[in-house]
Antibody, heavy 123, light 107 residues
Framework: QVHLVESGGGVVQPGRSLRLSCAAS????????MHWVRQAPGKGLEWMAV????????YYADSVKGRFTISRDNSKNTLYLQMNGLKPEDTAVYYC????????????????WGQGTLVTASS | DIQMTQSPSAMSASVGDSVTITCRAS??????LAWFQQKPGKVPKRLIY???NLESGVPSRFIGSGSGTEFTLTISSLQPEDFATYYC?????????FGQGTKVEIK
């Protein structure tokens, strides 16, 4: 079955960097776009970024554009989120989620999520 | 960017009640809308996709409807396990956006 496992979270000082990973299994990773979603403590869900199935196209929320970079390695079935210039307001649980297929099928989009990894940006 | 306005932000209801949550999009999104349920400390779970299609295994008391700019999630006959926070998500255009969430609490 589909399995997504995030890693790389932790406590980091404001201004520093962190890279999250999301290891995928149980499906053809290279056929799906992949997304990052975050949730600050006690707050709602916030869509962060997406990368196309082939890694060519990326889109970001305005709140992280220019600071965060989404990437993927289809040979390793792994999704990444490089977070630079972290701010206290970036403190959140970060989830990866499986997105639409390469041919634009949204029927199973966001049907599968990882368990999340907590990032705390604090001095 | 498309804004999703979800209401109410919270509600109290009793077991057996019917409740309705609304999401309004700032521009038309056809039926590119999904609904999620999240319980404390848990991963969000998709309930409805394409505005009105029930996820496999989700009870039929969850009903999604709407198209364009106005969408609703109705839970008929609330059950104890339905007390949770619900979110809508538009996936018509990037950046995708979630509604602010609706917390359904026990009265």
């Amino acid at each position: 079955q589909v399995h997504l496992v995030e890693s790389g979270g932790g406590v980091v000082q404001p201004g520093r960097s962190l890279r999250l990973s999301c290891a995928a299994s149980g499906f053809t990773f290279s056929n799906h776009a992949m997304h990052w979603v975050r949730q600050a403590p006690g707050k709602g869900l916030e869509w962060m970024a997406v990368i196309s199935y082939d890694g060519i196209n990326t889109y970001y929320a305005d709140s992280v554009k220019g600071r965060f970079t989404i990437s993927r390695d289809n040979s390793k079935n792994t999704l990444y989120l490089q977070m630079n210039g972290l701010k206290p307001e970036d403190t959140a649980v970060y989830y990866c989620a499986r997105g639409q297929t390469y041919n634009g099928n949204y029927l199973r989009c966001f049907q599968h999520w990882g368990q999340g990894t907590l990032v705390t940006a604090s001095s | 960017d498309i804004q999703m306005t979800q209401s109410p932000s919270a509600m109290s209801a009793s077991v057996g009640d019917s409740v309705t949550i609304t999401c309004r999009a700032s521009q038309g999104i056809s039926n590119y809308l999904a609904w999620f349920q999240q319980k404390p400390g848990k991963v969000p779970k998709r309930l409805i996709y394409a505005a009105s299609n029930l996820e496999s295994g989700v009870p039929s008391r969850f009903i999604g409807s709407g198209s364009g700019t106005e969408f609703t999630l109705t839970i008929s006959s609330l059950q104890p396990e339905d007390f949770a926070t619900y979110y809508c998500l538009q996936h018509d255009a990037y950046p995708w956006t979630f509604g602010q969430g609706t917390k359904v609490e026990i009265k």
